[in-house]
């Protein structure tokens, strides 16, 4: 084998990848002949050196033996599609730990492997690697080597002429990326996030997670049949998350629920709260107006790297979002919310739905921003009893963050309506609050939108021996306009 190495060494160079006649004229040092991947792919057997972008990185396990492995996917311009690379160390830390999707690899005498597919080994005995930065820049330095790597100095030419494709051709395809706040039912598309919490029941995960942005605002059927209105729920399928597992949610940006019932052999890293991923090839759908996620048989999840470009720029983004008060407000919202409510504390900070249920107190007072999205009850026979101090009406708010049923007491009913009102002044204002438009010549409206609105609101607790298990939420202190 050493023999082939050293006749890989004299082979003369081809492709766009090619080093200058001065590189292989260099007396004295040791050359090494970079070939195509197009190129290596036809010598299975054969120990070869590559010079390629990392598009895919993998999560370091430990293999069925007592070494750890990592599997990584190299691309460069004679195969944009890319091959496998798979790694093999005594421990995680000898592995290679790409910083960014689009970082560039420099791979000596690994092995092309066929197995299936064509793939590429490299090997802890002889095998060595340098990681590089993709993005343009003067440092040519590598930030990572193993300890069998030696370069030339003719590497900064490749590492120029890759760094230059690759700025043509970034990794992935970033006219299939989507952000939360810009998601579209039904359409597939590719989701950079943090995966926030993992729950398995019954072989369905349900993956959690996060960009910093907002999910669209939901539009509902706009069915006169009252039930519907009334019974809008607070969460999809899956148990509410606990407590514990709530407060290390962030408290700004939706959480986004991505279903399976696959398991993804990423998920053991995901587990840690502490990995940005790519989902790759995913679709949305609305359910009962909240989103959720769906990874079907052609999805995939990709690890990324905190310095990855795509995970720097959500959170520059995040970063200068809470940064300002206006912009923590529900994008959706935003340039205003509806006016059709008064708050009695007007000068009050805007509180998330999130930062309420995580707040560290049961008991607490908030100003917020929400949509009423149900009621119950909704019938104006119900809402004039409510007015004569009979009847407690429950609201269904919503923001980005999160959904929470809040009371308007029996006491309170009078103000929050604005006085002691027709029938038909109550329906009026309450379809104001649901979002439900007027008819019109054409009839019946199909959908609403209920508006944003301020209102005040307050924490309780029923019992004091089970103070967050019996915890509600009081709408006071805000009154419907005309």
Partial sequence: MEEAAARERKRPREGDAAPSAAAAAGA?????????VADALKAPGARVFLFAAVSEIGAAVRSRGTDFTLTLRVADQSRPAGISVTFFADNVALLPC?????????????????HGEFFVTFNK?????ALFEGKVSTECSPYQTSTKYYGT??????LTQMRTWLAYNPPGLKDLELQLRSLKSDTTFDL?????HVYENNGEWIFYVWDGT?????EFQAILDAEAVESSPLHLEGVPLPREVLCTMPCVGTVLRVFTNRYIKEVFHLQKNIYWARFCNITCKQEFGIWKGILGPSSRVRL????????????KMYDSRIANQVHRQPMASLPGASNIADVEYEAAGYTTLMESLTHEQVTHKFKTLVRVVAAYPCRASELRLLLTGSYCLRLTLEDPTARIHAYVHKDDGAKFFGGFLTAEALIKKMNKLLGIPEEDEEGTPLTRNPPW?????KSYRLDKNDPWGSRRYRIFGTEIRD
């Fill in 453 to 457: 609105i301020w209102c005040c609101v």
């Fill in 214 to 218: 907002d999910t669209p605002a939901a």
């Fill in 125 to 129: 005995k002889f095998s060595s690697f």
């Fill in 98 to 114: 790409v910083k960014a999707s689009g970082d560039v690899i420099s791979l000596h005498n690994v092995v092309i492997t066929m």
């Fill in 153 to 158: 100095q003719y590497d900064n030419e490749l």
């Fill in 304 to 315: 990324l790297s905190h310095e990855d470009g795509s995970v720097v720029d959500r959170m």
């Fill in 192 to 196: 950079v996030c943090k995966v926030l």
């Fill in 28 to 36: 004295g040092k040791a050359q090494y002949v970079y070939l195509p």
